[in-house]
């Protein structure tokens, strides 16, 4: 669970995921559309991450009474799903159950009033991760091309391809010299570039200093 205090509470929250998954989206708006299993499948069997339900006590759309939700994954066996306010009071909990463990949860609301359905996702550019060993001086220098809109870089670092990386900076600018690295071992590196609206990873690069 994590905590949210941007605005809006349940609508902002599920708002903010939409705008961080989806480049573009479908909203339809319902009136005296019942709450039902059934009719839930018929909306939402399918839907993309970061779509937005929202909940209703009254047959028709309100914004200001009612429940949001955002949807990351319905299938016919299961629902995946992120709530704000639903545990408590600005805490963002993550769930995952079936149709009926999902209807427990909200059938207390009598009709559905709006599904934002994500019809696109945004793509990012990945940094492009270029590495060079100095061998004379110990270290290896990483550089990459600046990723727009990315606010910082995260540097990992692992002597396995496949194996556990542990960030070992965190920058501003576009590159970074390693002159902690172990001699003599194949080294793997890999950046993640931090966009306010997520972040997206560069490919996995290795160099090797003589030992």
């Known amino acids: ?23 573009a989206n479908n909203t339809k708006y319902y009136t005296g559309l019942k709450n039902t299993t059934s009719n839930f499948k018929k909306k939402c069997l399918g839907i993309k991450a970061g779509s937005h ?17 955002a949807l990351l994954k319905v299938t016919k066996d299961q629902v995946i799903w992120a709530d704000n306010n639903y545990y408590s009071s600005n805490i963002v909990s993550y769930y995952k159950g079936t149709l009926n463990d999902f209807m427990k949860c909200y059938g207390q609301y009598g009709y559905i009033n709006m599904v934002s359905e994500t019809t696109k996702f945004k793509t990012y550019a990945a940094p492009k991760l270029s590495v060079t060993a100095n061998h004379s001086a110990g270290k ?10 990315a606010k910082k870089y995260e540097v ?15 920058v501003e600018t576009a590159n970074y010299t390693d002159d902690s690295v172990q001699a003599g071992k194949t080294t793997y590196y890999k950046v993640k570039a931090i966009k306010e609206s997520g972040m997206k990873s560069s490919s996995i690069e290795s160099g090797k200093l003589k030992g």
């Open 140 to 149: 290896i220098k990483l550089t990459w091309l600046a990723v727009k809109g």
């Open 53 to 69: 339900i929202r909940f209703s006590h009254g047959s028709s759309f309100n914004g200001w009474s009612g429940h949001s939700v």
């Open 1 to 23: 669970m994590s905590r949210y205090t941007g605005p809006g509470q349940c609508w902002g929250y599920a708002e903010k995921v939409k705008d961080m998954l989806a480049s």
């Open 156 to 170: 990992y670092r692992s002597y396995s391809k496949k194996g556990e990386y542990t960030q070992i900076a965190e």
